[in-house]
Nanobody
Framework: QVQLVESGGGLVQPGGSLLLSCAASGFRFSNYAMSWYRQAPAKERELVATITGNGGSTKYANSMKDRFTISRDNAVNTVFLQIKGLQVEDTAVYYC??????????WGQGTQVTVSS
């Protein structure tokens, strides 16, 4: 059974930092590109960052290159998203995504990040 379980979200003040985690199970983790998406209220889901299966390459949405860092640890089947300098506009549900080509794709249930003073 495939599972992607996000954690690490919460309420944080502007300027703060968070480390989101996504624990994967039920598939060969290292074969999959992993991504983080986010969806703010009343907005479409958008891609934040992607990392290749071996972690050798990362891509970021243009607006997120400076404050977001994606990483993975294949030994524990987990992908991470470090967010620094959080802004109110970063408030969203953050989703973990696993993809292998065009055939296999899985989503987590999401973790809420709220940035507010």
């Amino acid at each position: 059974q495939v599972q992607l379980v996000e954690s690490g979200g919460g309420l944080v003040q502007p300027g703060g930092s968070l480390l989101l985690s996504c624990a994967a199970s039920g598939f060969r983790f290292s074969n999959y590109a992993m991504s983080w998406y986010r969806q703010a209220p009343a907005k479409e889901r958008e891609l934040v960052a992607t990392i290749t299966g071996n972690g050798g390459s990362t891509k970021y949405a243009n607006s997120m290159k400076d404050r977001f860092t994606i990483s993975r640890d294949n030994a524990v089947n987990t992908v991470f998203l470090q967010i620094k300098g959080l802004q109110v506009e970063d408030t969203a549900v953050y989703y973990c995504n696993a993809r292998l080509g065009r055939t296999f794709e899985y989503w987590g249930q999401g973790t809420q990040v709220t940035v507010s003073s």
